[in-house]
């Protein structure tokens, strides 16, 4: 196995979950299973990987509660999030998980939308543009953030911010005033942050803090070290909508946070090519 593949793997399993991806009883195929997905896909890794791409050999499991036709609509969009991110000599199973996420969005039957739910006003629970933007009066200059899109999953809502740092004091800094002058994200269910930073003499400082949930600041530190992202923090607030996502929401906080990374400019739609602020 090369030295990339257990590199891939272990940072799969960090961010997704133990399990996401298994070696099965053949030689060089693991089994994915897609985070919040039933259904569970064979791949083969040649050993020349990743010179040359992955092979999608089929399903493995439609899972047990696994719709009809859900396992062969997943492994159709998986094989065509494989066509859309690999490069040859580039690792390209994160991306492909994240592009199959964003397929199986665009192409999910009767998606509802945030104002077809009947039962929970998740719109109370938004951020609105003016709580986002506006501020109290603060020692602390307003920081620079770049918000992203909001993301709602059975009513849950995830929004990201990120922003340049150059210190921890400034990124400890920086999280003090988002909560002290915005409401809604002060008493939101969780707000996630992680952050990396290059000091003097090669020095570098890196960490990340939970608010609840268990293990979530540590995946989307991973989340940044797979993109190589520096000097630039991160904070993902979530309010609960009344049901558990399961594995799923660590999913969507990662997601949440690429959208941020995006629209700052720190990486390219498909995350090969690195750019803006998280260089030096």
């Not at 897609?34 to 040359?52: C, K, Q």
Request: charged content about 25%.
């Amino acid at each position: 196995m090369s030295e990339e593949l257990t590199d891939e793997i272990e940072a799969i399993n960090s961010i997704y979950g133990d399990g996401c991806l298994v070696p099965s009883n053949d030689a060089n195929v693991y089994i994915l299973t897609p985070p919040g997905e039933e259904s569970s896909l064979r791949v083969e890794f040649p050993p020349a990987y990743p010179a040359v791409p992955p092979v999608v050999l089929g399903t493995n499991s439609t899972g047990e509660h696994g719709k009809r036709g859900d396992a062969a609509r997943e492994l159709s969009l998986f094989c065509q999030a494989l066509g859309n991110v690999y490069q040859p000599g580039a690792v390209c199973l994160f991306d492909a998980v994240e592009e199959l996420n964003r397929l199986l969005e665009t192409e999910a039957p009767e998606e509802l939308e945030v104002q077809d739910i009947p039962s929970e006003n998740v719109t109370d629970a938004m951020p609105t543009t003016e709580t986002v933007t506006s501020a109290r009066d603060s020692n602390i200059p307003e920081p620079p953030w770049v918000i992203s899109d909001l993301f709602v999953e059975l009513k849950s809502t995830f929004v990201a911010r990120c922003a340049p740092v150059s210190s921890t004091e400034e990124a400890e800094a920086f999280v003090q005033h988002l909560l002290s002058t915005d409401k809604k994200v002060r008493t939101a269910t969780h707000n996630i942050t992680a952050w990396r930073i290059k000091g003097p003499n090669n020095t570098t400082f890196q960490d990340c803090n939970d608010d609840g949930e268990t293990a979530a600041g540590g995946r989307l530190l991973h989340l940044m070290q797979l993109m190589d992202i520096w000097n630039v923090m991160v904070i993902v607030t979530r309010w609960y909508g009344g049901h558990k996502l399961g594995p799923r929401r660590f999913a969507l906080i990662n997601q949440t946070a690429r959208d941020a990374f995006v629209k700052a400019g720190l990486v390219s739609e498909n995350q090969t090519k690195k750019k803006g602020l998280g260089k030096s």
